[in-house]
C-alpha cells in the first residue's frame, strides 16, 4: 500500500529544470520510497521516460543518477526506463508510480 506522501522528496523546480535540460517527459517515484518498508539505507527508485528524440546510454544514465542523488542529499538513486523493468513486474510499477514531473508533451 502506497504511504500518502513519499518519504523522500525531489525539489520541484530544480526537477523541472533537470528533466527539460535532459529531454526527460516524465519523472516519477516507486518502490519502498512510496511504502513503510523504506528505510535510511533505501536507495529511491525512479523512473524516467524520455522524449522520443532523446539519446541516452549507459554513461548517461548514470550522469544523471548521480545529478538526481545530489538533490536528494546524496542518497542513492536507481533510475529506470519502463523498458528495462521486468515485464512481470512493469505495468505495476507504473500503475503504482507517483509522478514528481510531467512535461506538456507526457501522455
Known amino acids: 500500500m502506497n504511504a ?7 525539489p520541484p523546480q530544480p526537477v523541472a ?3 527539460r535540460r ?20 533505501s536507495d529511491v527508485d525512479v523512473l524516467v521516460e524520455f522524449e522520443p528524440e532523446a539519446r ?3 554513461f548517461k544514465l548514470v550522469d544523471l543518477q548521480d545529478e538526481l542523488s545530489t538533490m536528494i ?5 536507481d533510475l ?4 528495462d523493468l521486468s515485464r512481470y513486474f512493469r505495468n505495476e510499477v507504473e500503475t503504482e508510480a507517483r509522478v514528481q514531473y510531467a512535461s506538456d508533451t507526457a501522455k
Open 73 to 77: 542529499g546524496g542518497r542513492a538513486v
Open 80 to 83: 529506470r526506463t519502463a523498458r
Open 56 to 58: 541516452v546510454g549507459f
Open 22 to 41: 535532459n529531454h526527460i517527459r516524465r519523472l516519477s517515484l516507486f518502490g519502498s520510497v512510496l511504502r513503510a518498508d523504506f528505510r535510511t539505507d
Open 4 to 10: 500518502l506522501k513519499p518519504a523522500v522528496e525531489f
Open 17 to 19: 529544470e533537470f528533466c
